[in-house]
Each structure stands twice: as structure tokens, then as C-alpha cells.
């Protein structure tokens, strides 16, 4: 029903930037609360941000807060992840996914998700 395709991923240095985008198709973008998650080789899938139908609320980890931003334009049916002073502990295969129920940070409480865009932080 809800369709997410994440794009904006790549290779960068340590310090550096990156910009993801989630688009979403399929249903109203603007019902669903959005979060992004990540999933490092090994590892489980973990929380990094989140934000609210429309937009006035966010949340993040502790390990990403004051680094990364949450954003959505329900106009573009998009949320953002901005990525800025990138450390290598970073790395990881990131995810955008649609909330249905539940707490923000749990993997369990989105219905929707994307693909998957690879983020590798060199040192």
C-alpha cells in the first residue's frame, strides 16, 4: 500500500555531510508519522530519528543528536535525513519507514519501509 524508496547515500570522510531523501508513494505521506533507522553490518537495526505528521515534533538518538536533522515536505511526500560532522561509527545501511502505532523508537511500531541507502564514513 505505502511505498519508500530512499536515495542519497554514498561514500564520504569523516566530518563530512550527507543528505538523505525518502520519498513515498502509494498513500497520503502527511497520516503517517515517518522515522529513520539504521542497520550496521551484524547489528540490529536501530533508531535515529523520527517526526511527526506534520513535522512539528521530532526525536532523536543521543548518539546522532545534534548531528543529524529530521525533516519532511508533505508537499514533495519526502522526509529528509540531513547528516552532517559524519564519524565513521555511522556506517551503516539507512532506512526510512512509516509509523503506525506504538513508541517512536521501536522498529515494531512502523509498517512501511524502504530499501535501504548505504552510508559509509571512511577515517
Known amino acids: 500500500q505505502v511505498q519508500l524508496v530512499e536515495s542519497g547515500g554514498g561514500l564520504v570522510q569523516a566530518g563530512g555531510s550527507l543528505r538523505l531523501s525518502c520519498a513515498v508513494s502509494g498513500r497520503t505521506f502527511s497520516n503517517y508519522p515517518m522515522g529513520w533507522f539504521r542497520q550496521a553490518p551484524g547489528k540490529e537495526r536501530e533508531f535515529v530519528a523520527a517526526i511527526s505528521w506534520d513535522g512539528g515534533t521530532t526525536y532523536y538518538a543521543d548518539s546522532v543528536k545534534g548531528r543529524f536533522t529530521i525533516s519532511r515536505d508533505n508537499a514533495k511526500n519526502t522526509v529528509y535525513l540531513q547528516m552532517n560532522s559524519l564519524k565513521p561509527e555511522d556506517t551503516a545501511v539507512y532506512y526510512c519507514?512509516?509509523?503506525?502505532?506504538?513508541?517512536?523508537?521501536?522498529?515494531?511500531?512502523?509498517?512501511?519501509w524502504g530499501q535501504g541507502t548505504q552510508v559509509t564514513v571512511s577515517s
Open positions: 519507514a512509516a509509523r503506525y502505532s506504538g513508541d517512536y523508537y521501536s522498529p515494531s511500531s512502523y509498517a512501511y
